[in-house]
Nanobody, 123 residues
Framework: QVQLVESGGGLVQPGGSLRLSCAVSGFTLDYNTVGWFRQAPGKEREGVSCISRRHGSTFYADSVKGRFTISRDNAKNMVYLQMNSLKPEDTAVYYC????????????????WGQGTQVTVSS
């Protein structure tokens, strides 16, 4: 199956930037879509951004459009999330996940999940 490991989280001031990385291993051909989700304390997990493996079609949550950019390097089995103009409300644990057959960015469609990386936006 697919294994995922996130990295790149940390503490950043409002307006700052972070770049999250997701290393995908295992049977990496066995997924259609990879995405980033986040969960803040006391809040539901939400889809942040997703990208199709083959075509590179992207989805962004309205809350991050214009600030976040998802990308992938299939040759290196890496997925990235560049986060700019960070806000305190971006504070959450960010998870990388893959969907075997899904073409959108809904949590229920995703099968394999990483352990998450903490992003904290604070002064």
């Amino acid at each position: 199956q697919v294994q995922l490991v996130e990295s790149g989280g940390g503490l950043v001031q409002p307006g700052g930037s972070l770049r999250l990385s997701c290393a995908v291993s295992g049977f990496t051909l066995d997924y259609n879509t990879v995405g980033w989700f986040r969960q803040a304390p006391g809040k539901e997990r939400e889809g942040v951004s997703c990208i199709s493996r083959r075509h590179g079609s992207t989805f962004y949550a309205d809350s991050v459009k214009g600030r976040f950019t998802i990308s992938r390097d299939n040759a290196k089995n890496m997925v990235y999330l560049q986060m700019n103009s960070l806000k305190p409300e971006d504070t959450a644990v960010y998870y990388c996940a893959t969907s075997a057959w899904g073409t959108s960015c809904y949590e229920a469609d995703f099968d394999s999940w990483g352990q998450g990386t903490q992003v904290t936006v604070s002064s």
